[in-house]
């Protein structure tokens, strides 16, 4: 589901809720039961997707921060360096360099 939501900026609890056919709150029930909540659970979606995009794509960062749903490339970029203490380029090089790239 947030696959669908972030590009269009769209990843929102409620959104979430609605298209999984529950309630906000249950849907934050259930994060909370296991030990997590709405906004990491997207920040982990993001990273994840991120560090794909860079490994396996040609990419912009425009284009990433945009299927990321980020308002803008520099809001990524700070997002990411939060996320890992590294550049997106320089995780696109290293990843290269390790032969983790496919073409695509």
């Known amino acids: 589901v947030l696959l669908e ?3 269009g900026n769209e990843a ?10 529950m309630s906000k709150r249950t849907l934050q029930r259930r994060l909370e039961s296991e030990g997590g909540n709405f906004r990491t659970l997207v920040n982990i979606c993001r990273e994840n997707l991120a ?9 912009s960062g425009y284009e990433i921060a945009f ?36 073409s695509g």
């Open 5 to 7: 939501l972030l590009p």
């Open 67 to 102: 299927l990321l749903g980020f308002e803008d490339p520099n809001s990524f970029y700070r997002a990411f360096m939060a996320w890992t203490g590294q550049t997106p380029e320089t995780v696109r090089g290293s990843m290269r360099l390790n032969g983790k790239n496919s």
């Open 51 to 59: 560090r794909h995009y860079l490994s396996h794509t040609h990419l």
């Open 12 to 21: 929102t609890i409620e959104k979430t809720a609605e298209r999984l056919g």
